[in-house]
């Protein structure tokens, strides 16, 4: 290839690569729909996003769209979100205001060292970002309120931040393929006057109380990288996430999630651990036929009954209070494991003694299956339950079946070895460590 036709390949390839940017950029928008059957059940709010180069800056203006439903033109409490991975360091846009009056919506710019009410950013706060409020007034909203009587409202606002990415609080960028945001809200505020820098009252406490939460937004898909000003981004209706997820995408973004919530993933992991390398290692140790089979099976299923137990406590540090299914699920497993021990310790004595399996024997086995088929269950229901992604779950899931395919196999396999074994030996022998390898052979 001639070098002219390389340069005239190149200029093409450019050009069709920078007006691909121009079509795919688009605004990203992400959701929660409220319950409008009860205002306060859950949180209402919409935001959509474009990020643009600025040619006299040389770095990205971030266009924001905030919409948040009032129903019935109620004047209680706060709704937010921010650009930050938790409370502290995140730059907050915070919303309130009574939408019957001929006030428009407050917004309320802010910022916080940590788990305090957020305070009023000053200019010197911001490190060269330039914020403005472009637009706020309260809109009456049609939809879920027809025929009920009610009059819904609605706020809407935009706003610019100029050179965004200079925030030195968090790190915001325009090449993040999984920005974290936060939202919060208050529904049941009732503020005496709406100042910008009226005192807030807290959100609900606890990460699964819907009073706050995080959301990941593909900057790279927001940006728009041509010259001209470019308009601020819609809110389109019924679309909960576009270019956005409840859940970070990429290593990095996990971590800082893992990080935000440390004793979720310590108890989710524990669990894990108890249920998917510990109990099925014992079983399968049970099942070996080596002399010291049921001293690693003790050892095992004790570290994973430790694990279990290690976890539960977190998880009622976590929430302390036990209504979800996961949780009863959870305690019910956690008393069967301890009596499992009391039944594998008891069969064990009996067997030492007589020789013999007692009911203690099925009972321990029987209940052990049990144990595993809920534990694996719960494990899953609990990563759908906690925002989890969809692929982890699946993963896990499928982790979960192809391990309990593997130990019934294995149960199969060695209760036949163990069948044609006992026809050829003369009952039972006087070695208690023989007998601890054949008794347990016909059950986990
Ligand atoms: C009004 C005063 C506020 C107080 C006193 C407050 C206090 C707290 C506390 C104590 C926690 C720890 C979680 C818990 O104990 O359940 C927390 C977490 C959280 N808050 Fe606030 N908060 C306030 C306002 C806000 C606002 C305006 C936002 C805006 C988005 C927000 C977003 C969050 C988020 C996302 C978390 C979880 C991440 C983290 O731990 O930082 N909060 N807050
Ligand atoms: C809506 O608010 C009005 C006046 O504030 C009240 O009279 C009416 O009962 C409310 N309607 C509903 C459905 O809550
Ligand atoms: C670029 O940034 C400056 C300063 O923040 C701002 O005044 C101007 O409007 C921006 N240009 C565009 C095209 O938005």
Not at 58 to 71: E, K, M, N, P
Not at 151 to 168: E, F, G, K, N
Not at 201 to 224: I, K, L, P
């Amino acid at each position: 290839m001639s070098s002219t036709h390389l340069r005239l390949s190149i200029t093409i390839l450019s050009l069709i690569s920078s007006l691909w940017q121009l079509v795919a950029a688009e605004p990203v928008q992400y959701c929660k729909f409220g319950d409008s059957d009860n205002p306060n059940g859950r949180v209402d709010f919409c935001m959509g996003a474009v990020l643009h180069r600025n040619a006299s800056t040389s770095s990205h203006d971030l266009l924001l769209s905030f919409t948040h439903i009032r129903r019935n033109g109620s004047k209680l409490g706060w709704t937010a979100i921010g650009l930050g991975n938790s409370m502290e360091g995140s730059l907050m846009f915070v919303v309130y205001g009574d939408p019957i009056s001929s006030q428009a919506p407050i917004v309320s710019i802010r910022g916080s060292a940590g788990h305090h009410q957020p305070t009023l950013l000053t200019r010197a706060d911001a490190g060269g970002a330039d914020l403005r409020v472009v637009q706020a007034a309260w809109a009456k909203s049609t939809g879920a309120s027809e025929g009920t009587g009610r009059h819904d409202y609605v706020a809407q606002v935009h706003l610019i931040c100029y050179s965004c990415s200079l925030w030195p609080g968090a790190l915001i960028s325009a090449t993040a393929k999984s920005q974290p945001w936060i939202w919060a809200w208050n529904p049941h505020q009732d503020f005496p006057v709406f100042s910008f820098d009226a005192h807030l009252e807290m959100h609900a406490h606890h990460s699964t109380s819907g009073g706050f939460g995080n959301f990941f937004v593909d900057m790279t898909r927001a940006v728009n990288n041509v010259p001209r000003p470019v308009s601020l981004p819609p809110i389109r209706p019924q679309i909960a996430t576009m270019g956005t997820s409840e859940t970070p995408v990429g290593l990095r973004a996990t971590f800082l999630t893992i990080a935000l919530n440390p004793t979720l993933h310590l108890h989710a992991l524990l669990m894990g651990i108890a249920f998917f390398v510990l109990f099925p290692a014992g079983i399968f140790a049970m099942r070996s036929g080596a002399k010291t089979a049921f001293r690693y099976h003790w050892v095992l299923q004790l570290a994973g009954s430790t694990s279990i137990f290690c976890s539960m406590i977190l998880g009622l540090i976590m929430r302390q209070s036990i209504n979800t299914v996961h949780q009863g699920i959870g305690v019910a497993i956690a008393i069967a494991t301890g009596l499992q021990g009391i039944l594998g310790w008891r069969h064990h004595v009996k067997l030492l003694e007589t020789g013999d399996r007692t009911w203690l024997s099925d009972a321990h086995v029987l209940l052990g299956r049990l144990v595993m088929i809920a534990g694996w269950s719960n494990v899953v229901i609990g990563m759908m339950l906690y925002g989890y992604s969809i692929r982890s779950v699946f993963i896990v899931g499928a982790l979960g079946l192809i391990e309990m395919a593997g130990i019934i196999l294995w149960v199969w396999r060695t209760s036949c070895k163990k069948n044609v074994v006992q026809e050829d030996s003369e009952g039972p022998s006087e070695d208690p460590q023989r007998k601890e390898v054949y008794i347990p052979s016909r059950g986990l």
